[in-house]
Every structure is written in C-alpha cells, then in structure tokens.
C-alpha cells in the first residue's frame, strides 16, 4: 500500500497520561500536514511540514503538543498531559510540493478516559 | 474570519435522480477549492479541485463542482446517484497567501436511497 500510513489506529490513554502518533507520507511527498477532526466537525489544521521543517502551527497546537518530521519522511505528533477534550480523530496527510490536494491517511483515534 | 458552510447536515436522494452538495466560503481572494469523500472507518479521499480556469471541474466517481466566484459557492454535484455514494462529504478551502492549511466545512452525509 502506498498510501498515507498512520499508527495506532485507536489509542485509549487515561487522563494525564502522554502518547505518541506516527504518520508515514507518500514517499515523494515532502509535504505533511496534521488535522484534528471530533464528531460531527470537519477536520481542523494542526500544523505542516516541509521536508523536515514545520512551517506552520495552529493555535489549536497548545504547548502541550508536539510534532516532529527530523529527517523529512515520517513524522510524530505527541500529546502530552492529555486531557478528555483531546479525544478526536488525529489526520495526517501528504502531499507534492506543488498546489496539489493532500492524500489523507485512515486516521489515529484517540480516546482519553 | 475565513471558514466554510456546508448549509445541509444531510442530503436525501434517490438512486437514479441528480443530487447537489452544496457549499459557500468567505474568504477573500481567489482561493483553491476541493471536495473529499469520507466513508466509515476511511480516511478522507480526495475527489475534485478548483484552481483556476473553466468553472466546471470533474473528478472521481462522476462528480463535478461548479465553481461560481460573484457567489462564492462551489457545489457538488452528480447527474446519476448511487447506493454506493452514500457517505460524509466534506468541502474545503484553501485561502490564497503563505498558507498551507485547508479549512474545511463541518460536513454533509448524503444518504441514497435505492
């Protein structure tokens, strides 16, 4: 499969607890993006890559949160200290340099009990 | 403040018959406009985008979008439904400048009905 790779899937964490995401891109793709989507909402812009340096952040992106891309391929987003309203759906895409769309992956889960 | 309406939590149609999605934006400038597909436990798929040029766009699956700019509307449309096209619909906006982000709407489910 070649497309946009995400792990976990689902992640259940207890409140306060820290926890890590991984999202492999297209490989040619140096351009990668994190969203957040909760229910009922379209997802929301967290921060972008290029190659490995991040270039935008959202003020969703608390200093709580953290993302790396440290050789420009794959990438992490942590949360720590998690709180019940960060439970959502966690997007990451990639996508070509030029003004292309993004190919989304499936998505990590996250629940905070 | 940029965002994007999607007017209708839910479109009903019946297989066979036209259906139309529709959205609006406000942002200002001439921005990039895409439409993705969400189906259960899948990610978001690309279907079509505006950039510039023939106001008309086709994309996957036999869906076009209409891009009218004195309007600032950009809806989804399909001549022929399917039982199959039954899913989340998303609309999005990328606003013109030194941004990346997409902003998207909050989503519209179309049901067919066969």
């Known amino acids: 499969d070649t497309g946009v790779s995400q792990n976990p899937r689902h992640k259940i964490t207890k409140r306060g607890q820290n926890v890590t995401f991984r999202c492999d891109p297209i490989s040619e793709h140096n351009r990668l993006y994190w969203y957040r989507q909760t229910l009922g909402q379209g997802p929301e812009f967290l921060t972008y890559?290029?190659?490995?340096?991040?270039?935008?952040k959202s003020r969703l992106l608390s200093d709580r949160f953290s993302a790396e891309r440290p050789k420009g391929s794959f990438s992490t987003l942590e949360i720590q200290r998690t709180e019940q309203g960060d439970s959502a759906m966690y997007l990451c895409?990639?996508?070509?340099?030029?003004?292309?769309?993004?190919?989304f992956g499936q998505g990590t889960r996250l629940t905070v009990v | 403040a940029q965002s994007v309406a999607q007017p209708e939590d839910q479109v009903n149609v019946a297989e066979g018959n036209p259906l139309t999605v529709k959205c609006t934006y406000s942002?200002?400038?001439?921005?990039?406009l895409f439409w993705y597909v969400q189906y259960p436990n899948r990610g978001l798929q690309f279907l079509l985008k505006y950039i510039t040029g023939d106001n008309l766009v086709k994309g996957s699956y036999g869906f076009e979008a209409e891009f009218n700019k004195s309007q600032t509307s950009f809806h989804l449309k399909k001549p022929s439904a399917l039982v199959s096209d039954s899913a989340l619909y998303f609309c999005?906006?990328?606003?013109?400048?030194?941004?990346?982000?997409?902003?998207f709407g909050t989503g519209t489910l179309l049901a067919v009905q066969p």
């Open positions: 890559f290029q190659n490995e340096a991040q270039l935008e």
């Open positions: 942002v200002s400038g001439n921005p990039y």
């Open positions: 895409a990639s996508s070509l340099p030029t003004y292309t769309e993004a190919f």
């Open positions: 999005a906006v990328r606003p013109p400048g030194a941004t990346n982000k997409l902003i």
